[in-house]
């Protein structure tokens, strides 16, 4: 269970790095798409794209300090569920959700994860 929570938080490092990353940057795919597509504003992006690069620093962190990965694995939890729900409100179904969706799932899994064995390390 340990190294597949590790190996979890390690992918996530990576993806929301790189998706922060390109949001903070103004790649012009990440701002047609929150202008035109969501109708979201550029402004909102770079927040999103911070929020993501600040986790993403924070569950590296939580490398060493394991009391930050909850919290920051919850923040993308509600990250990745407004992101979902963009997608599928957005009229772009589930098949364009899906990668949303699976970071979504990771970050449950992380959250979940993380606790199980803080709560099992606490017992024993």
Do not use: C
Not at 55 to 82: E, Q
């Amino acid at each position: 269970m340990k190294w597949t929570v590790r190996v979890i938080q390690g992918l996530l490092v990576v993806g929301y790095l790189l998706f922060g990353f390109m949001k903070l940057s103004a790649n012009p795919m990440q701002v047609e798409a929150f202008n035109d597509v969501y109708g979201y504003g550029t402004g909102f992006m770079f927040v999103v794209g911070a929020i993501e690069v600040i986790s993403a620093i924070g569950l590296l962190i939580g490398y060493w300090k394991k009391n930050l990965v909850p919290i920051f694995s919850g923040v993308l939890t509600v990250v990745m569920a407004g992101a979902v729900f963009t997608h599928i409100q957005a009229g772009q179904g589930f098949a364009v959700a899906m990668t949303p969706f699976i970071l979504l799932i990771l970050a449950v899994a992380l959250f979940l994860g993380q606790r199980k064995m803080a709560v099992t390390t606490k017992t024993v």
